[in-house]
């Protein structure tokens, strides 16, 4: 079984933006129960739940860590169940929550060689003892363990692969082509149960949908997928910026090339966006189109959110008995989470 926790689904600046005046934004401030302030996208995920590997480091960590009591210290007076952190790419989203885990904790830094040569070259990254934080290299379409901070597995393994998509912002070199964007800059990410149990996605960043990383999800228990936008022009038309989707690296949500559609046919037990941007509307839940990725069997990814996988051993009682295997967020009690639960419950059976 896998624990998964929403720390956060919002795409850089967060939501509300520190900066941003926009509608959405100021009903956030305001406190509207539709437009729900996000911190930036991360989940934490367990096998035992006691050791928890965060994927992607916001630089809201602090309070990600504050807010969830599985990710407080227990027992001695210094300390964190928190084992290890997965970098899948190097936006500042991504790699500043790190600074926010020096004090002399160990835990291990997983990345591309990609993103491992962007904390190098950072000398603000040494703040991380490598004595204490080891640096491990991720390598593509292999899985390997994930360690604990005492080195012995957790049970869980992780498998990069290359999806489409564009170096950092900082990074870019626009003398290159794709501004000098290379495999490994961005990675989505399977995690495992080493005996072939539960496991799930994280794409938290990607370009555009290809028949491999269709081909890898098709059948998945659960997704985590990158909605940073609803259509690429949303920000120029609102006069938030100068940049399509696509120049950022981003699909969109709706549109024939969107994920929406891309996914139809996956066969995806439980979809949730992450990586949402302030501008996008499906961000409020009073929106149409929040509506319409709803009815296409979406969700959008909330900080408190918490999902179970079960391994393939308890999903026949889960299913029979039809209670809580994957719990939903605190958004929203309804039939239709019963119904998530099951779905995941039964192809785990099936499988
Ligand atoms: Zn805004």
């Not at 993103?115 to 000398?123: A, E, F, H, P």
């Not at 593509?140 to 998509?165: C, H, K, N, Q, Y």
């Not at 037990?269 to 319409?292: T, Y």
């Amino acid at each position: 079984m896998l624990r998964i926790l929403v720390l956060g689904a919002a795409a850089g600046g967060g939501f509300p933006q520190w900066n941003c005046n926009c509608g959405a934004c100021r009903r956030a401030r305001a406190g509207d129960s539709d437009a729900v302030s996000s911190h930036q996208a991360s989940v934490a995920v367990s096998r035992d739940g006691e050791h928890w590997f965060v994927l992607n480091a916001a630089p809201d960590l602090r309070q990600q860590i504050n807010e969830n009591p599985a990710l407080h210290p227990k027992g001695g007076l210094r300390g964190s169940p928190i084992a290890g952190v997965v970098v899948t790419n190097g936006d500042v989203d991504a790699v500043a929550g790190l600074l926010n885990l020096r004090e002399g904790t160990p835990f291990s830094v997983y990345a591309h060689e990609r993103v491992l040569r962007v904390l190098r070259t950072n000398s603000i990254f040494n703040v991380l003892d490598r004595d204490l934080v080891p640096r491990r290299e991720l390598p593509l379409d292999r899985a390997v363990p994930l360690m604990l901070a005492d080195g012995t597995p957790s049970g869980m393994t992780i498998e990069t692969f290359a999806v489409p998509g564009k170096v950092a912002l900082y990074l870019e070199d626009p003398a290159k082509k794709g501004f000098g964007s290379e495999p490994g800059d961005t990675v989505g990410v399977h995690i495992r149960e080493e005996d072939g149990g539960a496991s799930f996605f994280f794409i938290s960043s990607c370009a555009h949908m290809t028949p491999e990383i269709a081909e890898r999800v098709k059948g998945a228990s659960l997704v985590f997928f990158d909605g940073t936008l609803w259509a690429d022009d949303e920000m120029i038309k609102a006069g938030m910026g100068s940049k399509t989707g696509a120049r950022m690296g981003h699909m969109s949500m709706s549109g024939e090339a969107g994920t929406i559609a891309a996914f139809r046919d996956l066969d995806v037990a439980r979809k949730v966006f992450v990586h949402i941007n302030n501008s996008n509307p499906a961000l409020l839940g009073d929106s149409p189109e929040r509506r319409e990725l709803e009815a296409a069997g979406w969700e959008v990814g909330v900080a408190g959110m918490e999902i179970t996988v079960p391994d393939t051993g308890t999903a026949r009682a889960s299913a029979m008995g039809g209670h809580a295997s994957a719990t939903g967020g605190h958004a929203r009690a309804s039939g239709g989470r019963a119904e998530a639960r099951i779905s995941i419950a039964v192809r785990q059976t099936r499988r």
